[in-house]
């Protein structure tokens, strides 16, 4: 059975930085894309960033490009998103996703919360 677990949401300042983790079991990490993305509150879940799964080719939207970092562990089967300089803007469930052809999967959502 296929898990994505996301970790390391919380309560921060503006301007301040958070890390995410997203831990991943029952597929073959390396060979997924994973991506990050988010829903805020009334608000359709959008990406935010991605990276591929042999080249590591990434790709950020345009609201966090030069202040986010996507990065994978293929050895600990595990996709990082180090988010800084961030905005009430920012505050939102994040989620993690892993894609091979039809196969599609995510996790449960972290929350986010950027606020002073």
């Known amino acids: 059975q296929v898990q994505l677990v996301e970790s390391g949401g919380g309560l921060v300042q503006p301007g301040g930085s958070l890390g995410l983790s997203c831990t991943a079991s029952?597929?073959?990490?390396?060979?997924?894309?994973l991506s990050w993305h988010r829903q805020a509150p009334g608000k359709e879940r959008e990406l935010v960033a991605r990276i591929t799964s042999t080249s590591g080719i990434t790709n950020y939207s345009d609201s966090v490009k030069g202040r986010f970092t996507i990065s994978r562990d293929n050895a600990k089967n595990t996709l990082f998103l180090q988010m800084n300089s961030l905005k009430p803007e920012d505050t939102a469930v994040y989620y993690c996703?892993?894609?091979?052809?039809?196969?599609?999967?995510w996790g449960q959502g972290t929350q986010v919360t950027v606020s002073s």
């Open positions: 996703n892993a894609v091979l052809n039809w196969d599609n999967y």
């Open positions: 029952g597929l073959t990490f390396r060979r997924y894309t």
